[in-house]
């Protein structure tokens, strides 16, 4: 039997670390920028070419038609121009208000707080050390169902924490803003502080019931070391089969403003996190791509 492993406390990234990995983001926009406009001269240049070497309209205008051109030229006439949306995700402004609209695509991090009538059942799934057993009922059964999976592939996955009560995630809040009241903060500092390691109440993932904190035999603890496990790259291969995205990744934390947590997956429906997946984007700026998206219609 591995031992309970405590939850983990989430670090929000000092300003100075956001201005540092936005930075180094923005390094490789440009880079990446500079490539497509290399690209993009190549293509003209081509095109060029191509067009001094194809006859000038008049001159092809002059030659006969043959006979079938005429309802040919007709035909493609009536058919309509191209309507698909021209935004990155390939989506119209409605499909983007109910993908807003889905449950289970809610957003909650420390701007952003659960809605107030944001209501689930909850079903368990935690392992025997879980400090957190339970999920929403159907991200639930989507982690047994994964597990099942990854135990055929001789992989083994346990769910360590997983919903808590805003009634609890307060305790845990005043907690630590305790803390920092007892090191001699005035109240206002003292809560500041305190959300920088603990969400507040109704501000945190874990209180919507879709945010699982993972773990295996080999790396008990919630911490990095879980990305060097078979685990862990058996869930970047396999999660969103199953509905489920890395919540923070490496990459993103100027985006997410939460340190790279291997550990961290979310639920949000095996749709959903293909088109998150395919679209490279983390959930903060999927999210706020398909508000742009919606406000556009």
């Known amino acids: 039997m591995n031992p309970s492993t405590p939850h983990p406390q989430r670090r929000r990234l000092t300003r100075a670390e956001l201005r540092r990995r936005r ?8 880079a990446g920028l500079t490539l497509m406009l290399c690209v993009a001269a190549g293509g003209v240049s081509f095109l060029l070419t191509r067009r001094a070497a194809i006859p000038s309209a008049s001159a092809a205008s002059a030659a006969p038609l043959p006979a079938q051109s005429a309802p040919q030229e007709a035909a493609a006439s009536s058919v309509p121009e191209n309507t698909a949306p ?3 995700l390939g989506l119209t402004a409605d499909e983007a208000r109910a993908l807003l609209a889905d449950p289970l695509m809610v957003l ?9 009538d944001y209501t689930f059942d909850t079903k368990e799934c935690g392992s025997a050390t879980a400090v957190n057993k339970t999920l929403q009922t159907a991200a639930c059964d989507a982690f047994l169902a994964m597990q099942k999976a990854a135990a055929a592939d001789g992989v083994t996955v346990w769910m360590q924490s997983g919903y808590r009560s805003v009634k609890y995630q307060t305790s845990l809040y005043e907690k630590k803003t305790q803390y920092y009241l007892n090191k001699g903060y005035d109240n206002a500092a003292a809560k500041e502080k305190a959300a920088a390691v603990v969400n507040p109440p109704g501000y945190s993932e874990h209180n919507c019931g879709l945010a699982a904190d993972l773990n295996s035999p080999e790396h008990t603890g919630l911490d990095e070391g879980f990305e060097n496990t078979a685990a862990f790259r058996w869930l970047c291969a396999h999660a969103g089969d199953y509905g489920f995205i890395l919540r923070y990744p490496k990459d993103a934390e100027d985006k997410t403003e939460i ?6 997956w979310r639920y949000v429906g095996v749709e959903n996190a293909a088109r998150i997946n395919a679209s490279g984007l983390c959930f903060e ?6 508000r742009d998206i919606a406000a556009e219609g």
């Open 108 to 116: 909650v991090n420390h701007t952003n707080k659960m809605p107030d």
């Open 86 to 88: 021209s935004n990155a």
């Open 23 to 30: 930075r180094r983001r923005a390094i490789r926009r440009v």
């Open 285 to 290: 700026e999927y999210i706020q791509t398909l």
């Open 259 to 264: 340190i790279y947590e291997p550990w961290h």
